[in-house]
């Protein structure tokens, strides 16, 4: 087996895991009832974060030939470490490839102008980001939704604060997740 078919095997395992009490009963769930975690509503059971080299990426982004070491960090030990983004788990790969990065504050956004005298606060995957400085390859930005307390009902109700949603995942990919998530409760 590859280290790429080992890389894509790990985050479909942290994914199925993660997402499922059938397949891990009650570690995560036990865990999360003593800790407040920060999501956008929807995407709570989006899939496991892939990080190599310390940035945030897609899968398609890893060269096979250049990977070092993977480790598959599952919660609560990645919650801890990564905060609210580890809630699914975290793959972690060492690898001799460099990528390309940004740190959410320098995310482009439609209309970016608009909200330049705003607190900002940035998620990942509907994830609320705890680290500021987390890298996040450019490539694995698929793309960016802007939430103000106009277009978030019964969320907040002050207009200074706008909600950054950065994804990696395609809508697609988010739907398969939480299709898979319902499944399993079923």
């Known amino acids: 087996m590859s280290m790429r078919q080992i890389s894509i095997f790990a985050l479909l395992f942290l994914s199925a895991c993660s997402t499922s009490k059938k397949i891990t009963p009650g570690i995560c769930d036990e865990y999360f009832k003593s ?22 990426i897609r899968t398609e982004e890893v060269n096979a030939s250049l990977l070092r070491h993977v ?21 972690v790969e060492e690898t001799k490839q460099t990528f390309d990065f940004i740190i959410p504050s320098q995310v482009d956004y ?29 490539k694995a930005i698929v793309r960016t939704e802007v939430l103000t307390a ?37």
């Open 35 to 56: 800790v407040k975690s920060h999501t956008i509503k929807g995407t709570k059971h989006c899939r496991s974060i892939l990080i190599a080299n310390g940035v945030v």
């Open 71 to 91: 480790d598959v960090i599952k919660c609560p030990d990645a919650y801890k470490t990564y905060g609210d983004i580890g809630t699914n788990g975290v793959i």
């Open 110 to 138: 439609k209309r970016k102008s608009d909200y330049l005298n705003k607190n900002k606060t940035y998620f990942l995957n509907g994830y609320l980001i705890t680290n500021d400085s987390l890298r996040i390859s450019k």
């Open 150 to 186: 106009k277009s978030y009902s019964n969320g907040f109700d002050n207009d200074s604060i706008v909600i950054i949603n950065i994804w990696t995942l395609t809508k697609k990919e988010v739907r398969k997740s939480l299709r898979k998530w319902s499944r399993s409760y079923d």
